[in-house]
């Protein structure tokens, strides 16, 4: 791969990709920014392994007046799940745990969890369950678990007040997940789909099979292999000017500081290895890791996981829908006729979805508006970084995808 920043590559035009077309790009995210709607923004467009288009724009503290670097660090939040998916499927591969393994044969403490039927909070009618979680399930998002900050019902209340909040850096992953396990699920295992806290509890299963904490196994399994330098669970002093503020847009301003680098949670010292949207990475270590997954396992050189089981983790695990499975919308996006796989979601149809891309398409993102896609059809990949949140916000990602494909000519 060339990836040498984020300069312009005059090679597009035989990368398949109309170079004029392209830079319609570039006028959009300037304006975004421009119109304070986002404090910077940075675009890959890899073909073929190569760079197409890239750029960066705005500035990583506008209240300090620092302007983006192009080895900047970004809180990539739930992007994180798909790297400890991945590293949770290379121990699949070398035989140290099975998809369809129940969780309690690594955590014994969840094999007295219940499920929530009915009633509120104060009085909560709870069943047994029908069948254990399962590693699939942990990785699919149909496991019963959800988020407790983002949930309103009895269970999300019920996380709440038990604190179970994979955010805190200065808890340990093992008391968190020891305390997950005496909350109910919101339904049994397989029979729905939630976005919640399952990819934590895979990494806590993680270090117990490896007997390391979660970010050395994700260094041994991924980060070294892939010299991605820059992305870890939190930042150390002599990377802190590298890293960017967090924004919010509110009723009174459009871009509103959260959080500034030097006093953010993610700074070291920090105990929550959250596998689920804890780590902190850079432009090149994700389109790195990105451009693995679209060479199905392999990139520089480095193997990290097999053909077949890249193919397989990029197939729709669930059997139907989204939509189907209680999903309607998700963030900025419907679900109809979008699947979810190993660790991300599936584009099944194009045209149900009214999404422009290609069947087979393997995305997700982060809440602070990052974002990824790999068209395996079209042999591209796209990555996207910002700092705001919610994702939800403004429909960028969907915009974004119309921008790279009406550019495609070969």
């Not at 597009?12 to 421009?34: A, F, H, N, Q």
């Not at 990377?239 to 509110?250: E, N, P, R």
């Not at 459009?254 to 804890?278: I, Q, T, W, Y």
């Not at 194009?350 to 891309?357: A, H, R, T, V, Y």
């Amino acid at each position: 791969m060339s990836f040498d920043g984020y300069e312009k590559n005059p090679r597009s035009d035989k990368l398949g990709l109309c170079p004029r077309r392209l830079e319609r790009i570039t006028p959009w995210l300037e304006k975004y920014v421009d119109d304070g709607k986002l404090p910077f923004a940075a675009v890959v467009v890899m073909r073929k392994g190569q760079v197409a288009y890239s750029s960066l724009y705005g500035q990583r503290d506008i209240e300090m007046g620092l302007p983006v670097l192009q080895d900047g660090l970004y809180r990539i939040y739930s992007m994180s799940k798909l790297i400890t998916t991945v590293a949770a499927l290379s121990l699949f591969e070398s035989g140290e745990l099975m998809l369809d393994d129940p969780i309690t044969k690594y955590l014994p403490n969840f094999a007295n969890q219940k499920v929530y039927s009915s009633g509120t909070f104060e009085d909560m009618e709870l069943k047994t369950l029908s069948s254990p979680i399962t590693i699939r399930q942990l990785m699919n998002h149909t496991s019963g678990l959800t988020y407790g900050a983002f949930d309103p019902g009895p269970v999300g209340r019920a996380m709440r007040k038990s604190q179970i909040d994979f955010g805190n850096t200065n808890e340990s992953l093992e008391d968190l997940v020891d305390r997950l396990a005496k909350t109910p699920l919101c339904f049994q295992p397989g029979s729905s789909w939630r976005y919640g806290v399952s990819t934590d509890v895979l990494g806590r299963i993680l270090e117990v099979i490896t007997g390391k904490n979660l970010g050395q196994v994700l260094r041994q399994r991924i980060f070294d292999p892939l010299k991605m330098s820059d992305t870890s669970f939190s930042v150390p002093d002599t990377k802190i000017d590298k890293f960017c503020a967090l924004y919010t847009k509110t009723n009174e301003c459009s871009l509103k500081k959260l959080e500034d680098a030097k006093n953010s949670r993610f700074r070291e010292p920090v105990s929550m290895n959250s596998g689920g949207g804890g780590l902190v990475s850079s432009m090149r270590d994700y389109v790195t890791f990105v451009e693995m997954i679209r060479g199905l396992g392999a990139f520089g050189g480095e193997r990290v996981l097999g053909r077949k089981t890249v193919d397989f983790m990029m197939r729709n695990h669930l059997p139907g829908d989204m939509a189907s499975m209680g999903q309607e919308t998700f963030s900025e996006m419907p679900m109809t006729g979008v699947g979810f796989g190993l660790g991300g979601a599936v584009l099944l149809d194009p045209i149900k979805s009214e999404i422009l891309g290609s069947k087979g398409e393997f995305t997700w993102g982060g809440v602070a508006s990052t974002a990824f896609w790999i068209d395996p059809a079209e042999d591209l990949s796209v990555v996207f970084m910002t700092q705001l949140i919610p994702s939800s916000t403004y429909p960028i990602r969907r915009e974004l995808r119309v921008l790279v494909y009406q550019a495609l000519v070969d």
